[in-house]
């Protein structure tokens, strides 16, 4: 499979696209809007990871506020490495300084995850 | 984008692939076997559908029995009308009589689906 990363397209085989990462998102009503605007304008940080090759935000059609954030890898490794990288905390400071601002208006969380690792079985 | 679709490569542009399909699948773990057969062998009838561009089938690393088979289409219409065709009988044949057979001995169902479509927000 093909996919497009820095500017070009690299060809993936199935062995090399053996990790995926999901998270499961529920938004409030409110937090919507914001949360797919911080997505369409991502800092595309985690784009230069070694071992990252695509990802994508899914919207659920029947029920508002929900999403699926999916991250394609070569192996979990390179995910770990991701997850403790300046990009990581790059990649996500605005949606976590808007977390921490509705925890110090005590004003309820507007987005939870629940975070699900996965093998590729088959194409 | 690139996809791989009836032995040849095709560019997939963020608009064409709009519509995105997800089985939520839960196997017993005496089914889980057969689950990934299926699937590893699967009869591609869906493959030659107008609209379908590619799919794949991802197990939960940390729970027995969990995958998620999920399937991408340039849109609503080209994943209904896979749905009500004979490929889709075709395609499903071998795990609907695996169903039926479970039913037939008075046995519990292998495999339950809970299924969910979404919508492609950004890469």
Redesign the interface.
């Known amino acids: 499979?093909?996919?497009?990363k820095q500017n070009r397209?690299i060809y993936i085989t199935f062995s090399d696209a053996n990790f995926?990462a999901?998270n499961f998102i529920t938004c409030l009503e409110s937090y919507q809007e914001r949360f797919?605007e911080l997505?369409?304008t991502?800092a595309h940080a985690i784009d230069t990871l070694p071992g990252f090759l695509?990802?994508?935000?899914?919207?659920?059609?029947?029920e508002e506020g929900k999403?699926?954030v999916v991250s394609y890898w070569e192996n979990e490794e390179s995910f770990k490495a991701w997850m403790t990288s300046p990009e990581f905390l790059e990649g996500h400071k605005r949606g976590f300084a808007d977390m921490a601002a509705a925890r110090e208006k005590g004003e309820p969380v507007p987005m939870k995850s629940e975070f699900?690792?996965?093998?590729?079985?088959?194409?």
Chains 1, 2 share one sequence.
């Open positions: 499979m093909f996919f497009y397209y995926v999901v797919e997505f369409k991502r695509t990802m994508h935000v899914i919207r659920q059609n029947d999403y699926m699900k690792t996965y093998s590729i079985l088959t194409h």
